[in-house]
C-alpha cells in the first residue's frame, strides 16, 4: 500500500454540518440553504433555486499552510532538557525552533509538586505558539518508570505476561494513564511489543510481556488500549522488534541476522496486530538487520521503515525514531544526517532525548535539507500532517494540568495487585 498523504479534503456533503476541531485547529461550517418548492405562495410556478455549493473543508491543512518552514521543521523534533526546571535552553527550543515536544526522564522529575510546575510552565512557554506540544515520558512499569516515589509501582510487563490476563494489562494501562494525564502529560512510550525471544538479551528482558507473539499481541494491545483511554498517545515499540539482540542499543548498535520469512513469523506479527487495532504511533528501534538493509540501520532504512512498516503492513500513522544520541546512532553516524535520512525514509518525529547541542544540530539539518529540497516541500508537509492530525485526534492543548491523585491512583493500582495476586 503506498503511504499516501492524507491531505485529501472532507466533502461536506451536509447541509448545516459544522466540522468541529481542537482547540488549535480552525472551524468552519456550510450556510444553511433556504428550503424551496417548485411553486410559489400564490401557486405559480417559480425557477429552481441555485444550488448551494458544496465546500471543501479541512482544518488539519488550512493549520499546515499556517505554519512557517521553521514551525513545520520543528514539529519533526521532540527533546529533551536538563534539570526540574525550563532552562534557557529548554525556552531556545521553545521560542526560536518551535520544537513540536519534549521527552522527561527521572533526572527532570524528583516529586509531584515540581514535575508538575516544570510541565505547566513549558506549555505556558508554548502559548504563543500555534501547535501545542507532545509531553512524553517512558513509562512502561517495572525498571523503567520516570514517575515520582510517592506512585505504587506498576509491575513489569514480563510479570503481567506471567498472569494471562488481558484485564490486569488493561488495568494498569489505564493506571499508567491516569498518573500521565494528571501531570498533563500526553504521549507514553509504551507498551513494549518485542518477544523476549533471547534470554540473554540485556536490554528488554521482563519489559516484554513474554516470549511467544500470541502473548505479547493480547497483553501489549490490552495496555495499548488502557493508556489511550486515558487520553494519552502509546507509541509501540521498538519495531521491528529488538527482542533478540544481544547488545543494548544504548551502548552500541545491535546486530540481528534475521531475514523477513523469520520476522514474518515472530517479531512482526504483534506490530501487525496492533496496526490493525489502531495503533497511532510506532517507534524505530536502532537496529542493523544486514538480510534486510546491510546499509543502514532500521532508524533510517527506507527499506524497514517504507517498504516493510508502511507499505507491507499497510501503517500510515507516525514514526518517530528512538532517542537518536544512543550509542547505536551516536557512536556510529552523524546525528543530523541520520535525522535527514530518517525522514526522507517515511518517519515523522526525530527524537533527541540529550544535549542541547545535538538537538540544535539535528533541527539545522532538517533546515538545511528543506532549503536545499533534500526533503522536498510535499515530503515535510507530508510528515507534519501526520503529526497535526495526532495532534487533533487526541485534542491537545498547552492548558495547566491539576496533577494527578496520587491516593485514588495508588489504590487502583493495590486493587489490581491484590485481584491478580502479583507482587
Known amino acids: 500500500m503506498k503511504y499516501t498523504l492524507r491531505m485529501c479534503c472532507v466533502i461536506i456533503l451536509s447541509i448545516g454540518l459544522v466540522v468541529g476541531c481542537s482547540s488549535q485547529n480552525n472551524q468552519a461550517s456550510v450556510p444553511e440553504a433556504t428550503p424551496s418548492s417548485n411553486q410559489d405562495s400564490q401557486g405559480g410556478e417559480v425557477s429552481e433555486p441555485t444550488p448551494t455549493p458544496t465546500e471543501s473543508v479541512d482544518p488539519i491543512r488550512d493549520q499546515l499552510e499556517g505554519l512557517s518552514t521553521t514551525e513545520k521543521v520543528g ?7 536538563e534539570g526540574t526546571e525550563p532552562d534557557s535552553s529548554a525556552l531556545d527550543l521553545i521560542k526560536t525552533y518551535r520544537v513540536g515536544g519534549f521527552i522527561f526522564y527521572k533526572d527532570n522529575i524528583k516529586d509531584s509538586a515540581s514535575a508538575l510546575t516544570l510541565f505547566n510552565e513549558l506549555k505556558a512557554a508554548n ?3 500555534s501547535v501545542p506540544l507532545f509531553m512524553s515520558v517512558d513509562e512502561e512499569g517495572g525498571r523503567v518508570t520516570r514517575m515520582p516515589e510517592e506512585f505504587t509501582k506498576v509491575p513489569t510487563a514480563g510479570r503481567i505476561g506471567e498472569t494471562g490476563s488481558t ?6 494501562g489505564e493506571a499508567i494513564g491516569t498518573q500521565l494525564s494528571g501531570f498533563g502529560l500526553n504521549m507514553d512510550f509504551a507498551p513494549v511489543l518485542d518477544v523476549n525471544s533471547n534470554p540473554d538479551n540485556p536490554v528488554i528482558g521482563d519489559r516484554s510481556y513474554g516470549n511467544t507473539a500470541e502473548i505479547v499481541s493480547k497483553l501489549g494491545i490490552a495496555a495499548m488500549k488502557g493508556i489511550e483511554k486515558q487520553g494519552v498517545i502509546p507509541v509501540v515499540k521498538h519495531f521491528p522488534g529488538h527482542g533478540d539482540t544481544s547488545v543494548d542499543s544504548h551502548l552500541g548498535l545491535p546486530v540481528v541476522d534475521h531475514d ?48 516493510l512498516l508502511r507499505e507491507e503492513l499497510g501503517y500510515q500513522g507516525v514514526i518517530i525514531t528512538d532517542d537518536m544520541t544512543m550509542g547505536a546512532i551516536a557512536e556510529h553516524y552523524e546525528i543530523g544526517d541520520a535525522a535527514v535520512q530518517f525522514i526522507q525514509a517515511g518517519g515523522n518525529i526525530v527524537l533527541i532525548g540529550h544535549d542541547y547541542k545535538k538537538e540544535k544540530a539535528v533541527i539545522e539539518a532538517l533546515t538545511e535539507a528543506v532549503d536545499k529540497g533534500n ?5 515535510l508537509d507530508e510528515r ?19 496533577g494527578p491523585n496520587v491516593k485514588e491512583v495508588n489504590a487502583d493500582i493495590s486493587s489490581l495487585l491484590k485481584r491478580y495476586k502479583v507482587k
Open 75 to 81: 514539529q519533526l523534533v521532540l527533546v529533551g532538557m
Open 127 to 129: 502559548a504563543t505558539n
Open 167 to 172: 484485564e490486569l494489562a488493561s488495568g494498569m
Open 260 to 307: 523477513l520469512t523469520r520476522l514474518r513469523s515472530l517479531e512482526l506479527i504483534p506490530f501487525e496486530n496492533a496496526i490493525s487495532e489502531g495503533a497511532d504511533v510506532v517507534m524505530i528501534a536502532h537496529l542493523l538487520m544486514p538480510k534486510l538493509d546491510p546499509d543502514h540501520p532500521a532508524s533510517f532504512s527506507k527499506i524497514i521503515i517504507n517498504d
Open 375 to 379: 526533503i522536498t516541500e510535499e515530503m
Open 384 to 402: 507534519v500532517y501526520g503529526i497535526l492530525e495526532l495532534k487533533q485526534k487526541y485534542n491537545l492543548n498547552d492548558d495547566p494540568a491539576k
